[in-house]
């Protein structure tokens, strides 16, 4: 079987050729199942930040249509804040007739 050193060298660089593709697939398998596990993650973030985007899309529609009530809501308090100031006034010019 092994009568020359050339039997033997073949014999070994068949081992380390064997070796070498074995480590090298094992390698890959690994690569695979960390690249498997990255893909999960990714989608699971993205699961997360389409949450996140739908939130932030009904607080913006939420101030949107609050924003539409806030002028005549302002205008209103500040009449509001005028009758109360003339209705002061009125008090105080009584007050002084008497």
Known sequence: ???????????VLSLVILLSGLGISWGIFYAVLMLRDVKKITKSLR???????QIL???KKKVETSAAYLPP???GASKLAEHFREMKKDKKKKGKKK
């Open 1 to 11: 079987m092994l009568e020359t050193s050339k039997d033997v060298f073949w014999l």
């Open 73 to 75: 809501l302002i205008e």
């Open 47 to 53: 699961k997360k930040m389409d949450l996140v985007d």
């Open 57 to 59: 899309e009904i607080i």
